[in-house]
C-alpha cells in the first residue's frame, strides 16, 4: 500500500464518501461522518454524466447545466435533511462532471483522503455484492476503501 491511505501523525483524518441520493449512500455518509468525527473533514462527491459534445450549442449547455442543477439538487437535499453527524463534522461537496468512479478517486487524492466510503445497492445479480461504481473505485483507489451496502442489498 503506498503512503496515501496512511494517516500522518496528528492530522485530522480526511475522508472522501460518494453520494448520488441512495440510501445506502446516506448510510455511507452517515458512517464516513463517524469516522472523520469532530476533528476530521468530510468531502462528499457527486458526479454527474457529462453530456456528449456532438450535441453542439445550445443543447450542450443546456444539457450541463440541467446535469449540474440536478446534481447540487441531490447533494442539498442531504444537506437539508438534517443529518446531525454531518452537522458536527468539518465537510465541503465536490460537483464534477465524469465518470463516477474516476472522479471520486480523483478528488480522493486531491484531497489527500484516508480513506473512501461507498454504499452500494447491488441493483444486478453479477454486482449484487457491490455496485458498479464500488466495484470500479475498489480497483481505481490507491487508498483504503469501505463499501457500506443498504439494507436489503436494494434501495428503496
Do not use: C
Not at 73 to 87: R, S
Not at 101 to 122: K, M, N, P, S, Y
Amino acid at each position: 500500500m503506498t503512503d496515501a491511505g496512511k494517516r500522518r501523525k496528528g492530522a485530522k483524518p480526511t475522508i472522501v464518501v460518494g453520494y448520488d441520493g441512495s440510501e445506502a449512500a446516506r448510510a455511507a455518509v452517515t458512517l464516513a461522518a463517524r469516522r472523520a468525527g469532530q476533528d476530521g473533514r468530510l468531502v462528499i462527491v457527486h458526479s454527474y454524466g457529462l453530456p456528449p459534445d456532438f450535441l453542439g450549442f445550445p443543447y450542450y449547455d443546456r444539457l450541463l447545466t440541467d446535469r449540474q442543477a440536478h446534481g447540487q439538487a441531490v447533494l442539498d437535499d442531504l444537506l437539508l435533511e438534517g443529518n446531525d453527524e454531518v452537522a458536527d463534522v468539518d465537510y465541503e461537496t465536490a460537483l464534477l462532471g465524469g465518470p463516477p468512479a474516476q472522479v471520486i478517486v480523483d478528488i480522493a487524492r486531491v484531497h489527500a483522503a484516508d480513506e473512501i466510503v461507498l454504499g452500494t445497492r447491488g441493483l444486478s445479480r453479477a454486482r449484487a455484492a457491490l455496485g458498479s461504481v464500488s466495484h470500479e473505485v475498489i480497483h481505481l483507489a490507491d487508498r483504503p476503501v469501505t463499501i457500506v451496502p443498504s439494507r436489503n442489498g436494494q434501495d428503496r
